[in-house]
């Protein structure tokens, strides 16, 4: 079965530029997950969205990103403008509902310059 | 206090040895409980779930659950240097949230 699948895997641009981060979740899983990694702060959840509902965004850094799930088999993260701090690993999850496990997708490492 | 705490490490255990991995969380309500690795420069895998007291083995793999304590841990027996990498502990505090522990890094020694 394929699993959560993420594109790029790589993203580098230049500060101010728009960045968008792409998730297809596991078919059949109706939760999925946005989270951000970095050394210092560990992984922290940014979104969840719930059939395709954003349920959860408190973990958004600020109005510079923003997430949207406009059907089941896909999900963006987007950040404009982009700035040298949101360099990090960006992951998409996705779950069953209820107290199921998440199942990663590969990740993008993102370098804003 | 963080949700989930994890012994800091790094842990460095010869070839064959077990290690020992520990974690403890916050929230007493908590329900479904997960061992994650994860390589280097790579996403979190799922190795263990457990969901009550007690101990789950798979493979190599033991994960043990302490509701009253608000305890889990896992055992890696037979420690393989293919086992070297970063354990993250996750713990439900709602029906959707996982909260992480910062991550043990296992350092397996041949």
């Known amino acids: 079965d394929a699993g959560v699948i993420q594109s790029p895997r790589h993203e580098v641009t230049e500060m101010g530029q728009e960045v968008t981060l792409r998730c297809k979740p596991i078919?059949?899983?109706?939760?999925l997950f946005w989270y951000r990694q970095t050394m210092m702060r560990g992984l922290e959840l940014l979104i969840y969205f719930n059939n395709n509902v954003p349920i959860d965004d408190s973990g958004m850094p600020e109005d510079r990103f923003s997430a949207k799930m406009p059907n089941a088999s896909f999900s963006t993260l987007k950040i404009q403008p982009s700035e040298p701090r949101d360099s990090a690993v960006y992951f998409c999850a996705s779950s069953d509902p209820g107290f199921q496990p998440q199942h990663f997708g590969d990740g993008t490492r993102l370098s804003i310059l | 206090q963080k949700e989930v705490e994890q012994n800091s490490g790094p842990l460095s255990v010869p070839e064959g040895a077990i290690a020992s991995l520990n974690c403890t969380y916050s929230?007493?309500?908590?329900?479904?409980f997960f061992w994650y690795r994860q390589y280097s420069g790579k996403s979190p895998e799922l190795i263990m779930s457990i969901y009550s007291n007690g101990d789950k083995e798979d493979g190599r793999f033991t994960a043990q659950l302490n509701k009253a304590s608000q305890y889990v841990s896992l055992l890696i027996r037979d420690s393989q240097p293919s086992d070297s990498a970063t354990y993250l502990c996750a713990v439900n505090s709602n029906d959707y949230k996982l909260s992480f522990g910062a991550g043990t890094t296992v350092t397996v020694r041949a």
């Open positions: 929230d007493r309500g908590s329900q479904s």
């Open positions: 078919s059949g899983h109706n939760s």
